[in-house]
């Protein structure tokens, strides 16, 4: 029997298409940062165009305060970077810093997250996150720099069982973001949820 596809969705229980808009309006999980802060977001010497433009709209999905590329600004690809950024390269402050200190670009108080395999290295998932990170990405190919690694307060690893060990960059970040965001909604749910009956 066919469906009435305009009709199917009059009943309690729908499962039909929201747009992400209209979800989120409801949910607001936005309201997180009316308890802790946005998160800083910085790669090391990205060189693929289409990595940078993702790092951008992935950072704006976050909701991050700042995004820094360390390195050269590559002048000729800025279209195509923005491009692929879409609208995210307007909704959040990004930079390219020839600065190779990352508490020059932070704040004194601000956790420095570096997501790298490494010796001392712990894993994502069995970790507790802090309430004001900053996320360092390396390279695509090299990685992140031994300077670069020596800066940080935590290294974190995702455990990847494949036969292919190593994530795209930008696949990592989201991992990464997204893992750190659920612990913040965890953690501050209480206040999340009171906050929200009372409006």
Same mark, same amino acid.
């Given at each position: 029997?066919?469906v009435?596809? =305009?009709?199917?969705?009059?009943?309690a229980?729908?499962?039909?298409?929201?747009?992400?808009?209209?979800?989120?309006?409801?949910?607001?999980?936005?309201?997180?940062?009316?308890?802790?802060?946005?998160? $800083?977001?910085?790669?090391?010497?990205?060189?693929?165009?289409?990595?940078?433009?993702? +790092? $951008?709209?992935?950072?704006?999905?976050?909701?991050?305060?700042d +995004?820094?590329? +360390?390195?050269?600004?590559?002048?000729?690809?800025m279209?195509?970077?923005?491009?692929?950024?879409?609208?995210?390269?307007?909704?959040?402050?990004?930079?390219?810093?020839?600065?190779?200190?990352?508490?020059?670009l932070?704040?004194?108080?601000?956790?420095?997250?570096? +997501?790298?395999?490494?010796?001392?290295a712990?894993?994502?998932?069995?970790?507790?996150?802090?309430?004001?990170?900053?996320?360092?990405?390396?390279?695509?190919?090299?990685?992140?720099?031994?300077?670069?690694?020596?800066?940080?307060?935590?290294?974190?690893?995702?455990?990847?069982?494949?036969?292919?060990? =190593?994530?795209?960059?930008?696949?990592?970040?989201?991992?990464?973001?997204?893992?750190?965001l659920?612990?913040?909604?965890?953690?501050? =749910?209480?206040?999340?949820?009171?906050?929200?009956?009372?409006?």
């Amino acid at each position: 029997m066919a469906v009435n596809k =305009s009709n199917s969705c009059n009943f309690a229980g729908c499962m039909g298409y929201l747009k992400s808009n209209h979800l989120f309006e409801s949910i607001q999980p936005e309201a997180l940062y009316r308890f802790t802060e946005r998160p $800083i977001v910085i790669g090391e010497q990205l060189t693929d165009y289409q990595n940078i433009g993702a +790092l $951008i709209r992935l950072s704006d999905n976050l909701g991050a305060k700042d +995004l820094f590329f +360390l390195g050269e600004e590559p002048v000729k690809q800025m279209t195509k970077i923005r491009r692929i950024a879409a609208s995210s390269h307007g909704n959040l402050n990004w930079a390219f810093s020839r600065e190779t200190e990352i508490r020059k670009l932070v704040t004194p108080s601000a956790t420095i997250i570096a +997501l790298e395999t490494a010796h001392e290295a712990k894993s994502l998932f069995e970790l507790e996150l802090p309430e004001n990170p900053v996320f360092v990405v390396g390279n695509e190919r090299f990685g992140m720099s031994e300077s670069l690694l020596a800066q940080a307060d935590q290294v974190v690893y995702i455990p990847v069982p494949g036969l292919t060990r =190593s994530l795209n960059v930008t696949h990592a970040a989201a991992v990464l973001f997204f893992e750190w965001l659920r612990q913040m909604q965890y953690k501050f =749910s209480t206040k999340i949820n009171d906050e929200q009956k009372q409006l």
